[in-house]
């Protein structure tokens, strides 16, 4: 009988996370496919701001990684990947800050046709994960920070294409590096947040063993 509560109680709770297990691994690799897609069409159309959104699509595949890699892993080494995780997001924001800064010295007008494009591409696939993870919004913490992730994201997208509706208008380069400009900037804000938190949680087991 015993047996019996406990199969009803856990079977729900493991079929839960299996396809959670199944919806992260489909977001991982949608999120991974159209971070390469931005950083190609972004440097092939000189736009900065394709290249921010494509940050925002590495740190979605990174924190889904996570999700899935260290669910069973000892806290150290999840701060260790989220200290890793930070250090990378926070070049990315340079990185764009740097190109941003390059292209409004050198004069470059991006291809808001390509903007466009993608940006609409971008918005159907984080429309399409955020659908995916709906059900879980009201999970554990892990469960719904991914899904508002995926639902924030599409913001980023939206910014994208107003871009390229402003690079279309002005025939200047000016919205485009707007965009990557506040774009770069939040990446390296998350970043930041990301490595204080790391190395709080880092120390932390070196301080308790040193209290003992």
Request: hydrophobic share 60%.
């Amino acid at each position: 009988m015993s047996s019996d509560c406990c199969d009803h109680d856990h079977g729900p709770v493991a079929r839960r996370d299996a396809a959670f297990r199944r919806a992260l691994w489909i977001a991982l690799a949608l999120n991974a496919a159209m971070f390469a897609l931005e950083i190609g069409a972004g440097l092939a159309a000189g736009s900065v701001s394709l290249l921010a959104d494509a940050i925002d699509f590495f740190g979605d595949s990174v924190s889904y990684a996570l999700s899935l890699a260290v669910l069973g892993f000892a806290m150290v080494w999840r701060s260790r990947v989220a200290l890793l995780k930070g250090l990378t997001m926070t070049a990315f924001g340079l990185f764009v800050l740097g190109r941003a800064a390059w292209s409004a010295t050198a004069g470059v007008v991006p291809e808001p046709m390509t903007m466009g494009l993608v940006g609409v591409v971008a918005l159907a696939v984080n429309v399409g994960v955020a659908l995916l993870l709906y059900a879980y919004r009201g999970g554990d913490a892990n469960m719904r920070s991914v899904w508002v992730c995926s639902r924030n994201d599409a913001l980023g997208n939206l910014a994208v294409m107003l871009a390229a509706l402003g690079v279309f208008g002005t025939g200047t380069a000016w919205p485009d590096l707007l965009v990557a400009a506040v774009m770069g900037m939040l990446a390296l804000f998350g970043g930041s947040q990301v490595i204080r938190q790391a190395l709080a949680e880092l120390r932390a087991p070196a301080a308790s063993r040193a209290a003992g």
